[in-house]
């Protein structure tokens, strides 16, 4: 069973930073795509950004020149880097990772999602 772990999240005042990490476990063959969502209260959820195995990245145009997904191949472990941070990116952020598992075939895997709220 793969177990993604997200850390980094909490407040911040408008301006500030937050960095935002996420950790799988368990057992699998590799990781493919990771992706940062977030979801504020009565909206849906939406993309912020993804990276692939080979390291291309994807940020959605809310975020872009703000936040930097990266990750580390050796640790299964994607970042979100949040800098600017505005009141409207308060939301709950998950993580998400398409994981090939022997066996199964790639399977889709959330994090249990973390709070990050940006306010004055």
């Known amino acids: 069973q793969v177990q993604l772990v997200e850390s980094g999240g909490g407040w911040a005042q408008p301006g500030g930073s937050l960095r935002l990490s996420c950790a799988a476990s368990?057992?699998?063959?590799?990781?493919?795509?990771m992706v940062w969502y977030r979801q504020a209260p009565g909206k849906e959820r939406e993309m912020v950004a993804s990276?692939?195995?080979?390291?291309?990245?994807n940020h959605a145009d809310s975020v872009k020149g703000r936040f930097t997904i990266s990750r580390d191949n050796a640790k299964n472990t994607v970042y979100l880097q949040m800098n600017s941070l505005k009141p409207e990116d308060t939301a709950v952020y998950y993580c998400?990772?398409?994981?090939?598992?022997?066996?199964?075939?790639?399977?889709?895997?959330w994090g249990q999602g973390t709070q990050v709220t940006v306010s004055s």
């Open positions: 998400f990772a398409a994981v090939w598992v022997a066996s199964i075939g790639v399977s889709d895997c």
């Open positions: 990276i692939t195995r080979g390291g291309s990245k």
């Open positions: 368990g057992t699998f063959v590799r990781i493919n795509a």
